[in-house]
């Protein structure tokens, strides 16, 4: 149980067109799905945090025009990152968490790798 | 002071022998405490998770949680080369995110 996947898996795109990325909770609903990015070497970064049918609410410094995150349904979140540049290229993953409160446990999703040239 | 903070190593363990791994946070609030494991190119998986002070076994691997010390560690038993990878403590600071650590690199060498 508990399985989310992502897709793409891997992503190359070129400078100034927009990516979309995937994740689904395959086996259970997710009211909370949390995006994550992670930089060679150094730890996740959480990104946003995505309540299905509300507003993401984005961490300090991270652009919410840039990084657009859609929950439409309790098993799907979105991601796309708009007018990619080679500085967004990274590691992106998203993890979901049952109801809400805090022992709920988040799984990861396999992850999106963004190559931006 | 970083809100979790672990040892970045390497934490070089022979094979079969016990790795220990720890985890120290800041906020006495915390509620609930993750341990996850990280390959090289991969996403976390979960390994297990504790809510209680004390022993939480799950097969080689046992978590143990001190309230009081604010410290969670994470003991593996009988380490195999395959258990070699970069292991995530995370917090819920008692709302529905997770603060990560920045991971210890266990390697166990045979």
């Known amino acids: 149980g508990a399985v989310v996947s992502q897709h793409p898996s891997w992503v190359i795109c070129k400078s100034g067109t927009s990516v979309k990325i995937e994740c689904r909770s395959l086996d259970f609903q997710a009211t909370t799905m949390f995006w994550y990015r992670q930089f060679p070497k150094q730890s996740l970064m959480l990104m946003a945090t995505?309540?299905?049918?509300?507003?993401?609410?984005?961490e300090q410094g991270v652009e919410k025009d840039k990084f657009l995150i859609n929950h439409a349904s309790l098993t799907l979140s979105t991601l796309t990152v708009t007018s990619a540049h080679p500085e967004d290229s990274s590691f992106y993953i998203c993890?979901?968490?049952?109801?809400?409160?805090?022992?709920?446990?988040?799984?990861f999703g396999p992850g999106t790798r963004l190559t931006v040239l | 002071q970083k809100e979790v903070e672990q040892n970045s190593g390497p934490l070089s363990v022979p094979e079969g022998a016990i790795a220990s791994l720890n985890c120290t946070y800041s906020?006495?609030?915390?509620?609930?405490f993750f341990w996850y494991r990280q390959y090289s190119g991969k996403s976390p998986e979960l390994i297990m998770f504790i809510y209680s002070n004390g022993d939480k076994e799950d097969g080689r691997f046992t978590a143990q949680l001190n309230k009081a010390s604010q410290y969670v560690s994470l003991l593996i038993r009988d380490s195999q080369p395959s258990d070699s990878a970069t292991y995530l403590c995370a917090v819920n600071l008692n709302t529905d995110k997770l603060i990560f650590g920045t991971g210890t690199r266990l390697q166990v060498f045979p």
């Open positions: 906020d006495r609030g915390s509620q609930s």
């Open positions: 993890s979901a968490a049952t109801g809400t409160g805090n022992t709920d446990t988040q799984y």
């Open positions: 995505s309540n299905e049918g509300s507003k993401a609410t984005y």
